[in-house]
Every structure is written in structure tokens, then in C-alpha cells.
């Protein structure tokens, strides 16, 4: 621990002297530094960016009105993977939406806030315009782009299923929705990428929206063992029965 006449030297250092300060691993250090009046929005900001700073500095820092009346260090604070959890879980539902974004797909950011970050986002898409929908649709997380898919708009839906987040994972959630646009649908199963994702076509030969004459297209491609199961399943659509019927007596046929 610094001796006191450390502390106020450190307090009343000059504020070239400051930016190598706040460079210090000694939490002691840090914490008379951020006491120091010659710190400004600019420098705590660059500040924050440090991941390595101890929790009870930045604990500090979210104690001080000054700097907690200050957007750009809110911010910081709600992407800093050492931030109080409660001051985060206060603090994360006064973002802009494109900063709930970035806070949603920061790896560094913990897993619970992530997620909070993208409830959030989700309770907001009701409300948004037609051009904040279609920026999400391009550069949101999974969950808001599967989300955006499922309401069907045909200005967005492309765009979300070309969203690079959206996973196999959320795209077979979205599947198994009981009511879906067929657009939708028909979108998916026409889609350069997820059209030929094997799990994605099982789910679109189970969809009674897929137009038929696409699931027909994907028979050849889909093992005799999972047509079997599909022929068995007690909610396969009626009007693919026979084709599946016959596509499985091909394919024994042809192995005798």
C-alpha cells in the first residue's frame, strides 16, 4: 500500500504525469489516479479500455456521479468484463440500440450480459422503423436476425438470412414455430446457404409451408434411413407420402 504522501502525489500529478499513471498495474495507483482533477472524459475513456484493470477501480469509478452522468463511460463500463454485475445490469438498459448491438456480439463481454443485451434488442424490434430493422437484420446477433426472419418482411428476410451470426441452431428454432409466414418458408428453402444444410432440409421435408415441389428437389440427397423415419412420423403432410414412399422403393431396389 503507497504512503499517503503517494496518494496525493499521484492526486495532484500533472496531466502529462496522469496518462502514464493510469498505465500502472498497482491497483493503489489506479485508484489515486482516477481521484486526480485533471482527469477528463477523454482519458477515462481510454482508460476503460484496459481489460485488465482490477474491480475495485472500476467499482470506484461507477461510484462517482460525475463520470456516471457520462454516456461514452457507461458504455465502457457495460462492456468491461470486470464491471460490478449490478451496475452493468442497471446501467446496460439505457444503451442506444447499435451499442446493444456491439455489447451483444463482444466476446470479452460475460455470457449473461451478452444475453441481456439481446432480450433487450428483442423487446425492441416492435417499435423500430424499417431502416433500423434492416441494419439489424444485417449486423445482429442470431437470436434477432432468426427473429427479424420469422416476421416475414420481405425487405429484411433476405438480409437476416444472409446475417452471418444466424446459426443452424436458431434457423431449425425458427422451423419449429407453430405459425411462420410461408414466405418465410419458401425463403429458406430456396437459400444458397441454408438449403443445403442437412439438418435445415430434414426440418424444411417436415414443414407442411415448404412448397413441394422443392421438397421433391431435396429427396434424392436425404438418406433412405431418415426418409424411413420421416414416412413413420405420425405428422408427416399427406401429399409427400407417396413421393416419399416411392423414393425409398427406388433406392432398395436399386441395391438388390
Given at each position: ?72 463511460v ?16 442497471a ?23 451478452r ?14 422503423p ?54 418465410v ?33 431435396f ?38
Amino acid at each position: 500500500m503507497p504512503r499517503s504522501s503517494d496518494a496525493l502525489g499521484v492526486r495532484a500529478a500533472s496531466r502529462g504525469d496522469l496518462a502514464a499513471l493510469l498505465d500502472s498495474a498497482d491497483p493503489d495507483i489506479l485508484l489515486a489516479a482516477i481521484e486526480n482533477p485533471a482527469l477528463d472524459e477523454k482519458m477515462l475513456c481510454l482508460f476503460l479500455e484496459r481489460k485488465d484493470l482490477p474491480p475495485e477501480v472500476l467499482a470506484r469509478i461507477t461510484k462517482k456521479k460525475q463520470w456516471m452522468s457520462s454516456y461514452p463511460v457507461r458504455l465502457r463500463l457495460v462492456r468491461h468484463p470486470r464491471t460490478p454485475r449490478l451496475v452493468t445490469l442497471a446501467v446496460i438498459r439505457q444503451l442506444y440500440l447499435f451499442d446493444l448491438v456491439g455489447v451483444s456480439l463482444l466476446p470479452s463481454v460475460p455470457a449473461e450480459i451478452r444475453r441481456l443485451a439481446e432480450d433487450l434488442l428483442l423487446n425492441r424490434l416492435a417499435q423500430l422503423p424499417l431502416g433500423q430493422k434492416l441494419t439489424l437484420a444485417r449486423r445482429g446477433p442470431a437470436r434477432v436476425a432468426a427473429k427479424l426472419a420469422e416476421e416475414g418482411l420481405p425487405q429484411v428476410l433476405p438480409l437476416a438470412l444472409d446475417n452471418a451470426y444466424l446459426n443452424e441452431g436458431q434457423l431449425l428454432k425458427t422451423l419449429a414455430r407453430p405459425v411462420l409466414p410461408p414466405r418465410v418458408v419458401e425463403a429458406i428453402s430456396q437459400h444458397r446457404k441454408w438449403s443445403y444444410n442437412a439438418n435445415v432440409r430434414m426440418a424444411l421435408v417436415r414443414h407442411p409451408l415448404t412448397p413441394l415441389a422443392r421438397v421433391l428437389e431435396f429427396l434424392p440427397d436425404i438418406p433412405v434411413h431418415h426418409l424411413r423415419d420421416l414416412l413413420s412420423s405420425a405428422t408427416m403432410r399427406q401429399d409427400l407420402k407417396s413421393y416419399l414412399t416411392h423414393e425409398v422403393a427406388r433406392r432398395t431396389s436399386r441395391k438388390r
